[in-house]
Antibody, heavy 117, light 110 residues
């Protein structure tokens, strides 16, 4: 079965940066769009960003546009999310997801990002 | 982009059927039937349950069904079981490679 393993979460001060990683396995990584979804504590799900299989197309929610950058290394089957200028409202569990067309087919277990001084 | 509107909670007894609504605008649902539903148990990652409004991925029980009318999508759980107690989220592809989730519904089996 598909495996997605996020890492890189932690505590960061407002205005700081963090880079999340997602190691993918058991599917042909480069064939699929990948996406990040986040969930603030006790809140609902929010789509954050998407990247095409080849990495040439990227998309962002308005709430993170200009601050977050999604990328991928298909040689290492790894997805990234570079998060800059972090705010308290970015505090959330960040999930890496494998896309099935317009859907979120498989989800990782998530990594917690806490933005606080 | 505002979240799609779902009831905060829905409850039912074992064996009963319940329906969760998911309401948005015409722009939220775009021009296609790109609605999906996700189940999330406490402390766990969401699970893909329904796509294209009413299709079930392999392995998902046929007790789960989806529909859509106008700007409201619905998820029905029939033959409610204790293991169905979870949070449920709808999601729509809005076009232009953006997605919007619903506010989430807590299902309680009483």
């Amino acid at each position: 079965e598909v495996q997605l393993l996020e890492s890189g979460g932690g505590l960061v001060q407002p205005g700081g940066s963090l880079r999340l990683s997602c190691a993918a396995s058991r599917f042909t990584f480069s064939d699929y769009t990948m996406r990040w979804v986040r969930q603030a504590p006790g809140k609902g799900l929010e789509w954050v960003s998407s990247i095409s299989g080849g990495g040439g197309s990227t998309y962002y929610a308005d709430s993170v546009k200009g601050r977050f950058t999604i990328s991928r290394d298909n040689s290492k089957n790894t997805l990234f999310l570079q998060m800059n200028s972090l705010r308290a409202e970015d505090t959330a569990v960040y999930y890496c997801t494998k896309a099935l067309n317009s859907y979120f087919e498989y989800w990782g277990q998530g990594t917690l990002v806490t933005v606080s001084s | 982009q505002s979240a799609l509107t779902q009831p905060a909670s829905v409850s039912g007894s074992p064996g009963q059927s319940i329906t969760i609504s998911c309401t948005g605008t015409s722009s939220d649902f775009g021009t296609g039937n790109f609605v999906s539903w996700y189940q999330q148990h406490p402390g766990k990652a969401p699970k893909f349950m329904i796509y294209e409004v009413s299709r079930r991925p392999s392995g998902v029980s046929n007790r789960f069904s989806g529909s859509k009318s106008g700007n409201t999508a619905s998820l029905t759980i029939s033959g409610l079981q204790a293991e169905d107690e979870a949070d449920y989220y709808c999601c729509s592809y809005t076009g232009s490679n953006t997605h919007v989730f619903g506010t989430g519904t807590k299902v309680t089996v009483v």
